[in-house]
C-alpha cells in the first residue's frame, strides 16, 4: 500500500542467530507481470498476494493483500511461472530498527540477506556488527530475478542455462 | 475462485436493452502475467483484482479479491500495461440464467458481448433472441486481448500497428 523504502544487505557470519526473536517459512512464486511484479507467499499460517514496482532502488510502489491459504496453493501449483523461492525468515530488532534477515533454502541456499523498511530514503539507522555489503540496487538480489537466476548458478555459466 | 465456466456471445440488435435489470461502468487494465492474467477492475463503486488462467475455452482458473479502489487506482495509473478496457456492463436474467452483456467504450466501441456462467461446460440453458454468434474460444475477445488489439482496429491492418 503505497511507497516501501526498504534497503537490503548481505550478512556476514551466524551471529545474528543469536538475536532472532522469531522466524516463520515462506514459499513463494511469481505470476509475472511487465511493470509490476506480482507475487504469491505462503507465509507461516497466511498467504497474502503482493503487488510491487518493478523501478529499481529503495522506493517501490507496493500493494498487499491477505488472501486464503489454499487459493495462494492453487495460484503457485498451476499458474506460477517455473522457479519458486523457498526461504525462512528471521526476525531481529537493533537499536530500535525491525530487520528482516532471509535465510534462502533450496537452489537459493547459501544467500542470507537482511532487509530494513525505512520511512525515507536517508533515514539513518545504526548498523549491526553482522550487516554486510547494501545490494539494494542490484537486481540480481530481487527475489523475482533469484527465482529465475537462482544464487547456486551464479558464475557458473547461468546465462547460458535460460 | 476455483474453475469458472462461462461462454461468451456475440449481441445481435437492441433487444435486449428492453430487459437490463441494472447496469454499472468498469473500468480495467492489465498488470501482465505468463500463465495467467492480472487484472485490476474498478466496478461501480467497488474495486477487485482477478487473476484468471490463460488457458482457453469455457472452464478457467480464476481467483478474484475485493481491494480498496484508490489502490486500485493507483495500480490502474502506476502499473497496468498500456490499453485500458472501459465498458459498461448490463445485468439481464433469462429463464433462470444471469447473463452478463458488455457494452465496449472508447476503442472498442461498436463490441457488445453476452457472457453466461454455468455449472458445467455442456449445461443446458435457454437462448435469448439476441443471441448471436459464440466467441467462447476466439482469443480476440478476451479483454486482456482487447486491451492491446481494440475492436475498433480489427481488420485494418492492426497487427502493423504493434
Avoid at 122 to 145: I, M, Q
Wanted: charged share 30%.
Amino acid at each position: 500500500m503505497g511507497i516501501e523504502i526498504e534497503r537490503k544487505f548481505l550478512v556476514i557470519g551466524e551471529a545474528w542467530r543469536d538475536a532472532v526473536e522469531r522466524s516463520e517459512p515462506m514459499d513463494q512464486g511469481y505470476l509475472g507481470g511487465e511493470r509490476a511484479s506480482v507475487r504469491v507467499r505462503i507465509a507461516g499460517s497466511g498467504a497474502f498476494l503482493n503487488i510491487k514496482s518493478k523501478q529499481g532502488g529503495a522506493s517501490r510502489l507496493e500493494f498487499e493483500y491477505a488472501v486464503p491459504v489454499d487459493e495462494a496453493r492453487d495460484m503457485l501449483d498451476a499458474l506460477a511461472l517455473p522457479g519458486r523461492i523457498a526461504k525462512r525468515r528471521h526476525y531481529v530488532t537493533h537499536a530500535g530498527h525491525l530487520w528482516e534477515i532471509d535465510e534462502f533454502e533450496g537452489e537459493n541456499a547459501g544467500l542470507v540477506v537482511a532487509e530494513i523498511e525505512l520511512q525515507s530514503e536517508d533515514e539513518a539507522f545504526e548498523r549491526p556488527a553482522w550487516l554486510g555489503e547494501e545490494v539494494t540496487h542490484d537486481l540480481r538480489y530481487y527475489n523475482s530475478a533469484l527465482a529465475q537466476q537462482p544464487f547456486s548458478l551464479w558464475g557458473k555459466g547461468a546465462d547460458k542455462e535460460s
